[in-house]
């Protein structure tokens, strides 16, 4: 038979408190609760409030970074573009030791 609530040991309950607190530091820490309360207070002081609640904090959501695909998007491009600086920094030092096997003088001092 399952105790009351009255019966249950104080004990029992910091584990969840515990969790909790520190789901609320890990919040508060990644500016989580300062951008929702800001979003809030944004919607409370709105002199006409929008018909739907839920798609204006979506919207102000939206405008705090950019979006997810985006920023992958630039991740891909980023990695391409360094795969190809470094195909043509190796294409760059075989051309430059081809060079300077025709031709042993001329490269002498030019050597970057």
């Given at each position: 038979?399952?105790?009351?609530?009255?019966?249950?040991?104080?004990?029992?309950?910091r584990?969840?408190?515990?969790?909790?607190?520190?789901?609320?530091?890990?919040?508060?820490?990644?500016?989580?609760?300062?951008?929702?309360t800001?979003?809030?207070?944004?919607?409370?002081?709105?002199?006409?409030?929008?018909n739907?609640?839920?798609?204006?904090?979506?919207?102000?959501?939206?405008?705090?970074?950019?979006?997810?695909?985006?920023?992958e998007?630039?991740?891909?491009?980023?990695?391409?573009?360094?795969?190809?600086?470094?195909?043509?920094?190796?294409?760059?030092?075989?051309?430059?030791?081809?060079?300077?096997?025709?031709?042993?003088?001329?490269?002498?001092?030019?050597?970057s």
């Amino acid at each position: 038979m399952p105790q009351k609530l009255e019966e249950l040991d104080m004990t029992t309950f910091r584990p969840a408190d515990s969790k909790r607190e520190e789901f609320r530091k890990y919040l508060e820490k990644a500016g989580v609760l300062d951008t929702l309360t800001k979003i809030l207070v944004s919607l409370y002081e709105e002199p006409e409030k929008p018909n739907n609640a839920l798609d204006f904090l979506k919207q102000h959501l939206n405008v705090a970074g950019p979006e997810t695909a985006d920023v992958e998007a630039l991740r891909l491009q980023v990695s391409e573009l360094q795969q190809k600086v470094e195909q043509l920094q190796d294409e760059n030092k075989e051309l430059r030791a081809k060079l300077q096997q025709e031709n042993p003088d001329e490269g002498q001092g030019s050597e970057s």
